[in-house]
């Protein structure tokens, strides 16, 4: 199921589509207890022909989002912040879930499990996508 409402795009288990960007699979996982950051996992899909780049996301779930890339280093998991953004090549989908890419909330504010999140994603090329993704327990 697609479906687009006044520019805004609502995601709740189904598949959002804007331009030639889909967006599936998306969900924000609530910290443990006492914790103030968060992650947002989602697929999207670059149907076009063209490659784009995912730039930025913002929410005001947050007091600030950033893409990150969880990664071993000498048997630690790391995170490390994608200051180039993602890279979506045409035909292609790029997964944002635990252990790699994803979205990395901090300071959250207000979440409570069955409520939703909305986040804005930025693109090198198309427009913006804002969509809501439930919140879930981890």
């Not at 189904?14 to 443990?32: F, K, N």
């Not at 893409?67 to 953004?85: A, N, P």
């Amino acid at each position: 199921m697609r479906f687009c409402l006044a520019g805004a795009l609502v995601l709740s288990g189904a598949v959002s589509a804007h331009a030639d960007i889909l967006v599936s699979e998306g969900v924000v996982r609530l910290p443990s207890p006492g914790a103030m950051s968060a992650a947002g996992y989602l697929t999207l899909t670059n149907t076009g022909a063209d490659d784009d780049r995912l730039l930025s996301v913002t929410t005001d779930g947050a007091r600030r989002a950033e893409l990150h890339l969880s990664h071993m280093v000498d048997g630690v998991m790391q995170m490390t912040r994608q200051d180039d953004g993602i890279a979506l090549p045409a035909g292609e989908s790029v997964a944002l879930s635990q252990g790699g890419l994803h979205v990395m909330l901090m300071g959250v504010m207000g979440l409570a499990e069955a409520g939703n999140l909305t986040l804005t994603l930025t693109f090198e090329h198309w427009p913006a996508i804002t969509l809501d993704l439930p919140v879930t327990l981890p």
